[in-house]
Nanobody
Framework: QVHLVESGGGLVQPGGSLRLSCAAS????????MGWYRQAPGKERELVAA???????NYADSVKGRFTISRDNDKNTMYLQMNSLKPEDTAVYYC????????????????WGQGTQVTVSS
């Protein structure tokens, strides 16, 4: 099994910062792309930021310039530094990882974390 655990969410005032972490554990040979998604109440889940194993990144237009995604391949951990937070950033943030489980696996598979709540409010 592969487990993804998010942490670092919480309540913050507009303009504040939070740093989210996603730790992957279990049967892992390597991890390809990883990404952060979020889902606000009554809305669809959306991609926030993604990063490849080589460090190439892309961001949703709504967070570009404010959020920074990174990863530590040795620790199988991904981070999302969120600055200049806005009330519209309020959502449950989910970690996603494309995992190559074993040397003999035919393909990689996507796994999801349980989510961490981020609330931006004055």
């Amino acid at each position: 099994q592969v487990h993804l655990v998010e942490s670092g969410g919480g309540l913050v005032q507009p303009g504040g910062s939070l740093r989210l972490s996603c730790a992957a554990s279990g049967t892992i040979f390597s991890i390809n792309a990883m990404g952060w998604y979020r889902q606000a109440p009554g809305k669809e889940r959306e991609l926030v930021a993604a990063i490849t194993s080589g460090g190439r990144t892309n961001y949703a237009d709504s967070v570009k310039g404010r959020f920074t995604i990174s990863r530590d391949n040795d620790k199988n951990t991904m981070y999302l530094q969120m600055n200049s937070l806005k009330p519209e950033d309020t959502a449950v943030y989910y970690c996603n990882a494309d995992v190559w489980e074993t040397y003999y696996s035919n393909r990689a598979y996507d796994y999801w974390g349980q989510g961490t709540q981020v609330t931006v409010s004055s």
